[in-house]
């Protein structure tokens, strides 16, 4: 399968889920994809609460990275609904928040933070919302080992780490690579959706909307998407933009008709 990026450890995607193999892809596009050095997994501990709810309802709404495709209709129990995978959902409060105004959306929420798992799935429980599974792992590595080409309606990334110092830049997420891996796990038609409220990192962005060929920029607003794009409240980073005067940088892209005829 050459949409599929090298990785030396796996062999194919059926049988048993496995254990993520190396923890990074290889990839051969010769694009930049972020460096996260020993960043991976952010640790920290849960309160009695939250654990006694991830032991009782992480094994069915939550997966850990694996090198196991996802049977998204299988996991959501339902034919036929969009399908929308957010990336860094934080402690999901916008993720919660806007599912129940997309009940026919499926949402794949895909965090590093257990901690903030947790608390998306105690509003998940709690709220009672049936359309939202969540991935413990690296966006970036859940989209090229869990995710099917051309299998999504949406990826969203609210508010990705700036990664302020220059050195740090090529631990961003938004660079060509992970735009072009994308691209290819989107159906055309399907949207990316991207939020910043740190202007050198929407400068950033700014450079680079144009360099994938198969996303075409629509900008900010896009009154015709066919996703919803209010996060319905104020993050806390909305919030902060407000009383710093930051503004808020919205990008939106559509996937195009156009084969991928690049490998990965
Ligand atoms: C600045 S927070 C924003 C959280 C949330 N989107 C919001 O708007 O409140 C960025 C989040 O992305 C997560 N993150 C960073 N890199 C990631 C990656 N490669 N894969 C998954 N999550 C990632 C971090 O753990 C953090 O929770």
Request: glycine content about 8%.
């Amino acid at each position: 399968m050459s949409n599929f990026p090298h990785n030396p450890h796996s062999s194919d995607s059926s049988g048993p889920s496995r254990p993520a193999g190396p923890p990074r892809s290889e990839f051969r596009d010769g694009l930049d994809y972020p460096r996260l050095g020993s960043i991976g997994f952010r640790r920290g501990t849960l309160t009695e609460n939250q654990q006694e709810r991830w032991d009782e309802y992480w094994p069915t709404l939550g997966r850990e990275l694996s090198d196991e495709l996802i049977d998204i209709p299988a996991w959501f129990g339902r034919e036929g609904a969009k399908t929308i995978l957010e990336i860094g959902s934080g402690t999901g409060t916008s993720t919660a928040a806007m599912a129940p105004h997309e009940p026919d959306t499926n949402i794949i929420a895909v965090e590093l933070y257990r901690p903030g798992l947790a608390k998306l799935l105690t509003q998940i429980v709690l709220q009672d919302i049936p359309t939202i599974r969540m991935v413990r792992g690296d966006g970036i590595e859940v989209l090229t080992r869990m995710i099917a080409p051309g299998s999504l309606d949406g990826v969203r990334i609210f508010f990705p780490d700036p990664w302020p110092k220059a050195r740090h830049h090529k631990r961003r997420i938004i660079q060509s690579g992970p735009l072009h891996l994308i691209a290819n796990r989107l159906k055309p038609g399907g949207v990316l959706h991207v939020a910043t409220d740190h202007a050198e990192y929407a400068e950033w962005i700014s450079e680079l909307v144009t360099v994938e060929p198969l996303l075409e920029y629509k900008g900010w607003p896009w009154p015709e998407c066919p996703q919803l794009t209010d996060r319905q409240l104020l993050t806390k980073f909305e919030r902060r933009g407000l009383t710093m005067d930051h503004s808020i940088h919205e990008f939106l892209w559509q996937r195009t008709d156009a084969p991928d005829d690049r490998e990965l």
